[in-house]
């Protein structure tokens, strides 16, 4: 039983906590990978502009408490199956431990309960992970929803002509990126948001939003 659990648990248990950190910073570099060569660039297109929205959302207030926020709720989704996890594995001992004065009727009737509450454990498991998940997905498409609008503010105020996506270019000059206005902009326009964990298993019609907080 023990074994099961430690089985049900390796993929749970241990959520990724970084999740949203992770999705907003570019992988790193390998470790013996060499050092790139300087880049000399060459003049700045006019018109032509780049941006990098993972990078936006990494830097800009509302991306770091969004980050914030989902490290907090996935610590508190770990600490609670931890804990179940724990009682289970203390009562699968117990009942190792006095296995030698049961009938085999009785070994099996406690057995067969312990193995539906590690299965129900299981399934809550997997359901923490995917609110996790769902309120990740949530809480960074408002964070994408409210950066459309500094993006096309930029886009004017440095007069472009074509937007890239910093991600689908391999090189370019610096000039032309226009990701550290597009934080400025969204920094004066919301710096957190307030959000809980989704909650799938009771999904209620009309549930509060994610509430915007510009103090």
Not at 72 to 91: D, F
Not at 112 to 129: D, H, S
Request: aromatic content about 4%; some cysteine; hydrophobic content about 45%.
């Amino acid at each position: 039983m023990s074994k099961f659990l430690s089985a049900a648990a390796s993929s749970v248990v241990a959520l990724a906590i970084a999740t949203s950190a992770s999705a907003q910073t570019a992988p790193a570099a390998p470790a013996a990978a060499p050092a790139a060569p300087a880049v000399t660039h060459g003049p700045a297109l006019p018109g032509v502009c780049i941006f990098s929205d993972k990078r936006a959302v990494g830097q800009s207030l509302v991306g770091k408490a969004v980050d914030t926020r989902l490290k907090t709720i996935a610590q508190q989704v770990n600490a609670e199956l931890t804990g179940e996890r724990t009682a289970l594995e203390t009562e699968a001992k117990a009942l190792e431990a006095k296995r030698a004065t049961l009938a085999q009727d009785a070994q099996e009737q406690q057995g067969a309960a312990l193995q539906v509450k590690a299965n129900a454990w299981q399934r809550k498991a997997q359901l923490r992970q995917r609110e996790v998940e769902a309120t990740e997905q949530k809480a960074l498409s408002r964070v994408y929803q409210e950066m459309d609008t500094p993006i096309r503010q930029v886009y004017q105020t440095q007069k472009c002509s074509i937007l890239f996506d910093r991600d689908s270019v391999m090189l370019a000059n610096p000039a032309m990126d226009i990701t550290d206005g597009v934080v400025t902009a969204l920094d004066a326009r919301i710096k957190t948001l307030t959000f809980d964990r989704e909650r799938l298993d009771q999904q209620v019609p009309g549930a509060q939003a994610l509430q915007p907080t510009n103090k």
